[in-house]
Every structure is written in structure tokens, then in C-alpha cells.
């Protein structure tokens, strides 16, 4: 059972995605105070989290997190969300089965089979626990900055181009023009570095990413 924290002001949408979310079998924690939300994340470490609130994205770095958008969201506000880690984004109305299937989704994509384990050089990656160490020492990621490293790590010499980064990471089914992969690459550089001296995430200019030289 995976267990859903819905962080979310208006009651009659908590209300209703405590209900709909209980019924498909997840384990539903809801609240309407941002505070809260984050003790509940730290306290409970729910697999997934509903977000309202767009602004709040930074207090959740290390959970799998859909922002269910403002009616007024736009192609702006999404790319913004994306580039400042969330998940997947979701507009208001929404449309519970879509949403469903998002959740879905994510839960796959960020859940590899446990026990999975990657090394490439000095990196560790163990999929179980989501623990990432650079010769022993721990690196925080947020979500989305594991699931990078971790299609990184599945080939570390092999270079993958910013197009299936895109797609197989964020799930971009259009890519237009963003900065959402670079920006991720960078901060996942520098704190791979910081634990450890090797180059790590190598841009392949005019092509894409691999992990190590």
C-alpha cells in the first residue's frame, strides 16, 4: 500500500481526494497547513505528495511530488514547477482518473525493484532505501535529482541525450524549450562533487549527459 500526503487548502478537493485515494487502496494523510504537511512528510515519509501550492515545492526535496495547479496555471507556471523539482503537474479542474494514472506513473518511475543496487566509480546507489553515497559519504537529492542519477547510473559511461532524459525522467511527452534537465544536472554535479573529487555528470555539449568520463 503506498500512502499519499495531500497538502492542500481547499477542503471539498482534500475532502474528495481523501476519499477517492482511500477507496483505490492508498494510504491517505491530508492537511490544509503547510507546516504540518512537512512535519507529516518528515514524520510519516509518505511515498508520494499532492501539492496546492506550487510556492511550498521547495520544503519537500526529498518525496515524489504532483502540484495540482491554480485554475489561472499556465505553460509558465508548469516549466517553473518542473525546474524547481516537482514531479508532475496537474491543472485545475482535474480529472480524478487522469490523476490516478499520474500517480501511478510517478510510483512507478521512482520505485526501481527492490534490493537494486548501482555503482559506477565512487558512487553508490542503493534503490531500496534511496540512500546515495560518494566514497561512503551521503549525498541528499531531491526527487527528482535521484531518478536523474539513477538513469545516469544505470550506464554511467554511455551518454544519453537530453530528449530521452527528458522523456524517461520527467515524463516530457513535448520538449519545447527548457532548462529543466540542465538545471537539475548542475545541482546534482555539485553535490555529487562535494562529497567527492571526480567529475561527475558530464554534458556532452550539443547532445546530452553521461555520468562519468
Known amino acids: 500500500m503506498s500512502a499519499v500526503l495531500i497538502a492542500e487548502r481547499e477542503p471539498a478537493v482534500r475532502g474528495f481526494l481523501e476519499r477517492h485515494l482511500a477507496s483505490d487502496g492508498f494510504e491517505v494523510l491530508g492537511t490544509d497547513d503547510g507546516r504540518e504537511a512537512l512535519a507529516l512528510a518528515e514524520r510519516s515519509r509518505p511515498d508520494l505528495v499532492l501539492l496546492g501550492d506550487a510556492s511550498a515545492l521547495d520544503a519537500f526535496r526529498h518525496v515524489p511530488v504532483i502540484v495540482i495547479g491554480d485554475e489561472e496555471s499556465d505553460a509558465v507556471d508548469r516549466v517553473r514547477a518542473f525546474a524547481r523539482g516537482c514531479d508532475d503537474f496537474v491543472g485545475r479542474p482535474f480529472v480524478y482518473d487522469e490523476l490516478l494514472a499520474r500517480i501511478h506513473a510517478v510510483l512507478r518511475r521512482v520505485s526501481p525493484p527492490a534490493g537494486e543496487r548501482f555503482e559506477a566509480g565512487p558512487i553508490r546507489v542503493d534503490c531500496a532505501t534511496r540512500r546515495v ?11 527528482k535529482e535521484y531518478e536523474l542519477l539513477v538513469k545516469l547510473a544505470s550506464d554511467p559511461q554511455r551518454v544519453f541525450t537530453k530528449e530521452e532524459l527528458l522523456r524517461q525522467v520527467w515524463g516530457f511527452r513535448s520538449l519545447g524549450r527548457t532548462r529543466t534537465l540542465d538545471s537539475h544536472a548542475s545541482r546534482v554535479r ?6 567527492g573529487e571526480d567529475p561527475f555528470v558530464i554534458n556532452v555539449w550539443g547532445v546530452g549527459y553521461r555520468l562519468l568520463n
Open 133 to 143: 553515497t560518494v566514497d561512503g559519504v551521503p549525498v541528499a537529492l531531491s526527487g
Open 190 to 195: 555539485r553535490k555529487l562533487q562535494a562529497a
